[in-house]
């Protein structure tokens, strides 16, 4: 198994402003994504992060507003940039194992733009 | 396109009282389907993965079960610890390694 911290849990932010969330693994793994959890909704994959190259983003995600990094195999960072309220929502780090099909889940950010 | 549902939405059980949340799914080819739990302010814990039609898995009070096309999650005897939020996920075979999640059965269980 795999244990995930993230930071910050939550936050509380300015219209405009930008937050990095960090994603630290305590083993290697294979994949990272970024998921981004509303309230009634399923979780939705923002990008998946690749270690040493560009972040792969779902269609309505884009580099601009969600950069993200993955400088080595257990680490990742996402970025909320130029923030609105529509961004309020709870982002999520997960990870895949190699040779394991689950995802493991960090507690997640709870970010709320005022 | 792949799409997972789940029902209902909330679950409200007495402690003991059995039942069975849902998750239908319409996928290309079926790599995997996944059960987690998840607590409120946490991340989603996995229970459970299934791979073909006929699979079960079970842990302490849950059974997983899986058809060619949809899964339950059958809760036996439920105590007021088991109250969470119950999410599906499905990974197809085919196109990308997403992972499909449903919007979740809340399960309430009360004392």
């Known amino acids: 198994s795999a244990v995930i911290s993230q930071k910050p849990s939550r936050d509380i932010c300015q219209r405009g402003t930008s937050l990095t969330i960090q994603c630290q693994v305590d083993?290697?793994?294979?994949?990272m994504f970024w998921y981004r959890q509303q309230p009634g909704q399923s979780l939705t994959l923002i990008a998946t992060?690749?270690?040493?190259?560009?972040?792969?983003?779902e269609s309505g995600f884009v580099i601009d507003k969600f950069p993200i990094s993955r400088p080595n195999l257990t680490f990742s960072t996402l970025t909320v940039s130029n923030m609105s309220p529509e961004d309020s929502s709870i982002y999520l780090c997960?990870?895949?194992?190699?040779?394991?099909?689950?995802?493991?889940f960090g507690s997640g950010t709870q970010l709320s733009v005022l | 396109e792949d799409q997972v549902t789940q029902s209902p939405e909330a679950l409200r059980l007495q402690e003991g009282e059995s039942s069975s949340l849902n998750c239908s799914y319409t996928?290309?080819?079926?790599?995997?389907l996944f059960w987690y739990r998840q607590d409120p302010g946490k991340g989603p814990e996995f229970l459970f993965t299934?791979?073909?039609a006929g699979e079960e898995k079970e842990k302490e009070r849950l059974k997983a079960t899986l058809t060619k096309k949809e899964s339950f999650l059958h809760i036996t005897a439920p105590k007021p610890e088991d109250s969470a939020t119950y999410l599906c996920?499905?990974?197809?075979?085919?196109?990308?390694?997403?992972?499909?999640f449903g919007t979740g059965t809340r399960l309430k269980v009360l004392a």
């Open positions: 997960s990870a895949q194992a190699p040779g394991n099909e689950k995802l493991f």
């Open positions: 083993s290697q793994v294979t994949m």
């Open positions: 992060a690749n270690q040493g190259s560009e972040a792969t983003y």
């Open positions: 996928v290309s080819g079926l790599r995997g």
């Open positions: 299934l791979y073909s």
């Open positions: 996920a499905v990974r197809a075979t085919s196109g990308t390694y997403k992972y499909i």
